[in-house]
């Protein structure tokens, strides 16, 4: 084998084995998971702290995962945090078009 093939290999298997993720969860899995099974103050203020995490450095595609905003903006909606609750859908809508449908009747019903 020429020494120049196998360098060339060698550079694309080596290049393949990098990870990059489009979508940023750090600690979503685990707050949502603990929030959901205790519903308290604690495990609310991980999930906000976890949101906020994702929302400022949602990884390679320069936006939050679908639906973290949405997300985020209902559970501040049901806080009492009304225009950052709908902020966040409205932000969620200009992320993903294709959920403006659904986010939508969420934002109407809010500013009601």
């Not at 290049?15 to 707050?31: I, V």
């Not at 999930?47 to 949405?70: D, F, M, Q």
């Amino acid at each position: 084998m020429k020494p120049t093939l196998l360098l060339g290999f060698l550079a694309l298997l080596l290049g393949s084995c990098t990870s990059s993720q489009l979508y940023n969860w750090s600690g979503y899995d685990d707050a949502v998971y603990s929030y959901t099974k205790t519903s308290d103050e604690k495990s609310l203020a991980e999930l906000i702290k976890v949101y906020e995490k994702i929302i400022k450095h949602p990884g390679t595609s320069n936006r939050p995962a679908p639906g973290i905003c949405a997300d985020y903006g209902y559970l501040l909606l049901k806080k009492g945090e009304k225009e950052k609750g709908i902020a966040l859908l409205k932000q969620e809508i200009a992320y993903y078009p294709e959920s403006a449908v659904f986010v939508g009747r969420i934002i109407k019903r809010a500013e009601q």
